[in-house]
């Protein structure tokens, strides 16, 4: 079919815009596909910036990560999206907390579907933390120079199972008030400030009207909030200890079809091990 | 020369101002945990009254175990009296229930079993078996002016001594 010269692809007229004032006083870095200006892209960009701005291609294929700590972002974006509308609806209080739940269940326009999603999403969560751990934990990812974003991990997994722990009173049924009573407990189990845990935990001496508030704000505000703060750093340390992990001691070919992207060792960390010798004496 | 004069040991005006304000935001910091914590705890509670009243003693049939279960307690009446244990298990706080089958008060929640009548040494509210580390608490008991029994759930009496019976 022949095209007047007036009409343009849908490409060109991306191309337009990224050349408008507004799109380049977003996006500095502007069009072209230069190694510095895909670089660029990444390194001016508040969310980006905190990756690398190279990745050895192998690193992204499924086989070295399995996408496990993606797919546990992907789930927690998922919580934050459905927690935030099910709190419209979601009174903490004992006489509401219950029936307000039911009414998401039965009554809500689409409220059983956020609710089993944040439901799902939740124990996905938990899954995919423990599955990334192992997964790190058996390439020996843990390593120098990346012990202590393996300390953030478990941050993130202690603050992975409180945010379950605290969802878990919510809706305010059987189930929930008597494995908060017996987690509760579990907590006076230590010494000597165990008492003291458990009171200010619940906010008194029994799951009450105090205990489903303290529980909701920390499931909604602190806990989320700390996660968040953590995961910034976890992400971070991903590019300052050197970028994603690579085993050196994967197979002879698949090292010889990634040794067409050339990337200089990074300052600090890297793999010591797959260094030349001479590289090694002049540090 | 006026530094000649000066010791060495002597603090500057503003090594003193550098102190004075660190000490000061230490003290400010200390203070802010205290008040915190202290904000955290809460002084006044709305939660039930420790003492309950569970009624004339005439409800309770002569070797009869009764669970309160909004209470969290037994009313017990034996040979030897009215007494009263908790119902709550003291492994991680759940409601125990009472077996009359079996004779004996079970917990759904980890299997911890307490005995409730007087057999050799096991006393009534003493594990038999489970994972419970103590054995179920028994609790005040006395009748008040209008005959009613009266339960302090929040205070403890030993086991089998004649005041932790009431006799009717």
């Not at chain 1, 990224?18 to 200006?37: C, D, E, N, P, Y």
């Not at chain 1, 927690?83 to 059983?112: C, E, R, W």
């Not at chain 2, 603090?11 to 008040?35: D, H, M, N, P, Y």
């Amino acid at each position: 079919m022949a095209k007047t010269g007036i009409t343009k692809t849908i490409g060109q007229h991306f191309d337009d815009l990224r050349q408008t004032r507004v799109w380049r006083s977003i996006f500095r870095s502007g069009a072209g596909s230069s190694t510095l200006k895909r670089a660029l892209a990444i390194q001016q960009n508040v969310f980006l910036h905190l990756f690398s701005t190279k990745v050895r291609t192998r690193m992204l294929s499924f086989s070295a990560t399995w996408y496990l700590g993606t797919l546990t972002l992907g789930t927690f974006l998922i919580l934050v999206a459905t927690g935030i509308p099910l709190m419209f609806y979601y009174h903490p209080s004992v006489p509401q907390a219950y029936a307000d739940t039911k009414d998401l269940q039965f009554v809500v326009s689409s409220g059983l579907f956020l609710r089993n999603l944040h439901r799902w999403s939740a124990h996905a969560m938990v899954f995919l933390v423990f599955a990334h751990m192992f997964k790190v934990f058996y390439r020996g990812a843990y390593r120098t120079p990346r012990e202590f974003n393996w300390v953030i991990g478990v941050v993130l997994l202690l603050i992975t199972l409180l945010l379950s722990y605290t969802g878990y009173l919510l809706p305010w049924d059987q189930l929930a008030y008597w494995a908060i009573t017996v987690g509760s407990n579990i907590a006076s189990a230590v010494p000597l400030i165990g008492d003291k845990i458990h009171f200010l935990l619940l906010g008194g001496n029994a799951v009450n009207a105090n205990a489903l508030l303290r529980f909701y704000v920390l499931h909604c505000m602190i806990l989320p909030l700390t996660a968040m703060i953590f995961v910034a750093m976890h992400f971070w340390r991903i590019r300052k200890d050197g970028g994603l992990y690579a085993h050196s001691s994967e197979p002879a070919v698949v090292r010889a079809q990634a040794a067409d992207v050339q990337i200089p060792a990074p300052r600090t960390g890297g793999e010591t091990r797959s260094m030349p010798a001479d590289a090694k004496e002049a540090q | 020369m006026a530094d000649d004069t000066r010791k060495t040991d002597d603090v500057t005006r503003r090594e003193f101002f550098t102190k004075l304000g660190l000490g000061s935001l230490s003290i400010a910091a200390v203070g802010t945990a205290a008040f915190s914590y202290q904000y955290l705890e809460p002084n006044v509670l709305y939660e039930p009254s420790p003492v309950v009243n569970e009624g004339k003693p005439d409800r309770y049939p002569l070797d009869s175990v009764t669970l309160d279960v909004n209470s969290g307690i037994y009313i017990i009446h034996s040979q030897e009296g009215y007494f009263s244990l908790s119902a709550v298990c003291t492994h991680l706080g759940c409601l125990t229930a009472w077996k009359p089958e079996l004779g004996i008060i079970a917990c759904p929640c980890h299997g911890s079993k307490f005995a409730v009548s007087e057999q050799g040494k096991v006393k009534p509210g003493d594990k038999i078996e489970g994972p419970a580390p103590r054995p179920l608490p028994w609790k005040r008991i006395w009748l008040n002016d209008d005959g009613d029994l009266l339960v302090d759930r929040s205070t403890d009496v030993p086991p089998l001594a004649p005041d932790s019976f009431v006799r009717v």
